[in-house]
């Protein structure tokens, strides 16, 4: 499945695209502003991911959103499997009410080449992710962390830039 080249503006009441336990989904080229919840949802189930599946977010342009700019959870349910093989590329993601990016739950994430300017919670907020790589990422100006990470067991993190923050919360925090 893609979704690609659209233009969503003023979603009063919800996501501004939201995928529930749909696999090797494409999210390229959308224009997303002022949306009430998020501007892009991956949700899993407890069905199980395919480890050959994959799935991309790139390329897209997220401005106002009133909650997570992209948001790639499961339900949280301890029977719910990670998610896996997810790339989340080259976004350009502008004043967030909430986190930039929130990932929960993840298995081989790739996030790199953001720009994350204007979140008034995390940059980019981890939590539970394993064998991941974020790299390459711009964080600016976020009213949290930089980078804020719970509960992960590995990953790597290098040549992000991430300037202008204020750190109020404490624990494995970068920025």
Do not use: W
């Amino acid at each position: 499945m893609t979704i690609s080249n659209n233009i969503i503006k003023d979603c009063e009441e919800q996501h501004g695209i939201y995928i529930q336990s749909h696999l090797n989904f494409i999210v390229t080229g959308n224009y997303i502003e002022v949306v009430e919840a998020q501007g892009i949802k991956f949700q899993h189930t407890s069905v199980q991911v395919d480890s050959d599946g994959s799935s991309t977010i790139v390329g897209n342009v997220l401005r106002d959103t009133k909650g997570h700019s992209i948001l790639i959870t499961n339900t949280g349910a301890a029977s719910d499997p990670f998610l896996k093989n997810i790339t989340i590329k080259g976004n350009s993601i502008l004043g967030s009410l909430n986190d930039g990016i929130q990932i929960h739950h993840g298995e081989n994430i790739i996030v790199t080449g953001n720009s994350i300017i204007n979140s008034a919670r995390q940059g980019l907020h981890i939590k539970n992710i394993d064998n991941s790589r974020f790299s390459n990422n711009i964080i600016e100006s976020t009213g949290r962390n930089g980078i804020f990470i719970a509960q992960t067991i590995s990953g790597t993190f290098e040549s992000n830039t991430i300037a202008n923050n204020t750190i109020i919360d404490a624990g494995n925090v970068f920025g």
